[in-house]
C-alpha cells in the first residue's frame, strides 16, 4: 500500500505560481512513477504528467509543457508540481498518484491516489 496526501493548493490570482507537494507512506516510494491530474467539474480526469520512480524523466501533456515542472525527493518520499503563471483554466481538483511501473498518461493505470487538492485561479 502507498498513502499519499497533497498539500499546497488553494485560491491564486492569475499569474502566480503554485507547488503542489504529494507526501507519500507506505511501500518504497521510489518503486512508483508519480503521476498528476486534474479534474474540472463533471469532466473525467485529465492527464497533467508524470515524474519516474528514479525522477530522471518526466512527461507533460501538450497542454501544460512549459508552464508545469513536475519533480520528486525520493529522500522525503514527496512529489511536486509546480505551476508558473496561472490561468484561470486552471482552476481544478490537483490529484497526484502512483503507478507501479514507468508511469502512464492514463489514469485507471494507477495503482493509488491522493485525496485531491483544489486549486483556484481568480483573474
Known amino acids: 500500500q502507498v498513502q499519499l496526501v497533497l498539500s499546497g493548493g488553494g485560491l491564486v490570482q492569475a499569474g502566480d505560481s503554485l507547488r503542489l507537494s504529494c507526501a507519500a507512506s507506505?511501500?518504497?516510494?521510489?518503486?512508483?512513477?508519480l503521476g498528476w491530474f486534474r479534474q474540472y467539474p463533471r469532466e473525467e480526469r485529465e492527464f497533467v504528467g508524470f515524474v519516474t520512480g528514479d525522477g530522471g524523466r518526466t512527461t507533460y501533456a501538450d497542454s501544460v509543457k512549459g508552464r508545469f515542472t513536475i519533480s520528486r525527493d525520493n529522500a522525503k518520499s514527496t512529489a511536486y508540481l509546480q505551476i508558473h503563471s496561472l490561468k484561470p483554466e486552471d482552476t481544478a481538483v490537483y490529484y497526484c498518484?502512483?503507478?507501479?511501473?514507468?508511469?502512464?498518461?492514463?489514469?485507471?493505470?494507477?495503482?493509488?491516489w491522493g485525496q485531491g487538492t483544489q486549486v483556484t485561479v481568480s483573474s
Open positions: 507506505g511501500r518504497s516510494f521510489s518503486d512508483y512513477a
Open positions: 498518484a502512483a503507478h507501479r511501473y514507468g508511469g502512464s498518461s492514463l489514469a485507471h493505470d494507477y495503482n493509488y
